[in-house]
């Protein structure tokens, strides 16, 4: 299984969108696609099901948060294959499909397990390797052995959950707006995402250290006049080109109108059926994230 964490530690750029989308995208081509949502907001996981059916059949006993719970109490929770939930309303739009898609649910007290995670490597140093290398081992579990994909949608932070999220990923996308601010935000990122596998190496076993994953930036929100983005989001993406972090060259539209009610219906805009332009594009992005997995795949192999 492949694993790619859509990451910004800025909120609003549209990763969950993106996300959402990437794994629809997917599971339409006959990928068998796992979703993680790694945001205490759960916005990925209300993209999916209603809150109603959040509170009631999730929250409860099937959310990311009990695996890392679970891990604490010696491991009460054997497998995390019982925290798999299926979107109804999707796996009725993929009925034709070979592939599938599945989430495991945000806890909206996620936030507590990157605070206690913290705590614990304050009083145990040497549990560096251990405590940021939790999510790769989990995923590495055989109760995931069937899927070939899982997407991690994270917080917008990077704290010790999203840090696990990049020891366990073989890529990293970074949603951006074309502005200043946000891509400011892009070189930071890099230096610390460098530093932690850096770090993360040091302490860790010899055969444990992890390749710093490739990383992708993906313009989100970007506005269009005459089918190309405005000027000034054109010079800041390609000062961006310029710069250390590789862009896709598929780009995504700003389109409130479509993006906006999609969440609401269950259904990601890929498969959703309104928006011509905006489907075209992210099927293209789709296509052009495959391919980096694909020559991912053929380097490993
Ligand atoms: N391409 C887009 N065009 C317009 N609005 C978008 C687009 N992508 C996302 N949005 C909207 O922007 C808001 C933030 O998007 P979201 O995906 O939740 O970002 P993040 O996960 O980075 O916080 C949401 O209201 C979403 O509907
Ligand atoms: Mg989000």
Same mark, same amino acid.
């Given at each position: ?107 909206? *007290? ?37 899927? *070939? ?20 990923? *073989? ?15 892009? *070189? ?114």
């Amino acid at each position: 299984m492949q694993v790619v964490s859509i990451i910004n530690h800025k909120g609003g750029v549209g990763k969950t969108t993106l996300t959402a989308n990437l794994g629809a995208g997917l599971a339409a081509r006959g990928k068998r696609v796992l979703l993680l949502d790694l945001d205490s907001q759960a916005s990925l996981t209300v993209s999916f099901f209603t809150p109603p059916e959040w509170a009631a059949e999730l929250l409860p006993a099937r959310t990311i948060k009990h695996w890392f719970d679970g891990l604490d109490t010696g491991g009460a929770l054997q497998s995390p294959a019982g925290l798999i939930s299926t979107p109804r309303r999707v796996r009725e739009k993929l009925a034709r499909s070979t592939g599938r898609l599945d989430l495991i649910a945000a806890h909206r *007290d996620l936030s507590d397990v990157d605070t206690t995670l913290a705590a614990q490597l304050m009083h145990d140093e040497a549990g560096f390797t251990l405590l940021h290398n939790r999510l790769r081992v989990a995923l590495q579990h055989e109760a995931f052995s069937g899927y *070939d994909i899982a997407l991690i949608d994270c917080a917008p932070n990077f704290g010790l959950v999203a840090r696990n999220a990049v020891a366990a990923s *073989d890529l990293l996308l970074i949603p951006t707006k074309p502005d200043y601010l946000s891509t400011n935000g892009i *070189d930071s990122l890099g230096l610390k995402i460098a530093e932690f596998v850096e770090e993360f190496n040091v302490r860790c076993a010899e055969d444990e250290r992890i390749s710093r994953p490739p990383a992708a930036v993906v313009f989100t929100m970007v506005q269009l006049h005459n089918d190309e983005p405005i000027e000034a989001q054109r010079s800041v993406m390609s000062r961006v080109a310029a710069g250390g972090v590789m862009p896709l060259s598929t780009t995504i539209r700003d389109s409130k109108a479509v993006y906006g009610p999609a969440p609401e219906y269950g259904v990601p805009v890929i498969l959703g059926g309104t928006g011509r332009a905006q489907t075209r594009e992210l099927r293209e992005f789709v296509s052009e994230v495959s391919s980096h997995l694909d020559g991912a795949a053929g380097m490993a192999a």
